[in-house]
């Protein structure tokens, strides 16, 4: 009689076959798509978020959702120029000071940065 593999192996050929195949892992948090906000009075130009971006060089989801914003869409309240002059939302990394992966995030003065068409 073959003694069964062990449990170990079965789990790394399940963590291959996800990462060959993209499938989600149980457990594992599934970025949401990007999406406009809409352009405001004052605004440019609309913006289009992207998780998969920022996802891309910060590592938690808490780094954002715990200091700048709710969890939820549209449970922050608006993101205006004004706010973000007071350091609310984007400003909350993104001063220009701010390192991430050594490198200092663009300030909200770059404003073609997440407005451009």
């Keep these: 009689m073959r003694p069964a593999p062990s449990l170990g192996l079965a789990s ?9 195949t993209g499938a989600p892992v149980p457990g594992q948090i599934t970025l949401p798509p990007d999406f406009v906000m809409k352009k405001g009075e004052n605004s440019p130009a ?4 992207s ?4 996802k891309a060089t910060v590592e938690k989801c808490t780094t954002c959702h715990a200091r700048a914003f709710k969890l939820k869409r549209d449970q922050s309240g608006p993101i205006t120029l004004e706010a973000l002059q007071q350091g609310k939302f984007c400003e ?6 701010t390192r991430v992966a050594g490198r200092a ?5 770059s404003c073609d940065r997440c407005h451009g068409s």
């Design 51 to 54: 998780h998969a971006k920022h």
């Design 92 to 97: 909350t990394c993104h001063d220009g000071k």
């Design 12 to 20: 790394g050929i399940v963590a291959a076959l996800v990462l060959l």
């Design 46 to 49: 609309p913006v289009t978020f």
């Design 105 to 109: 995030v663009f300030s909200i003065d």
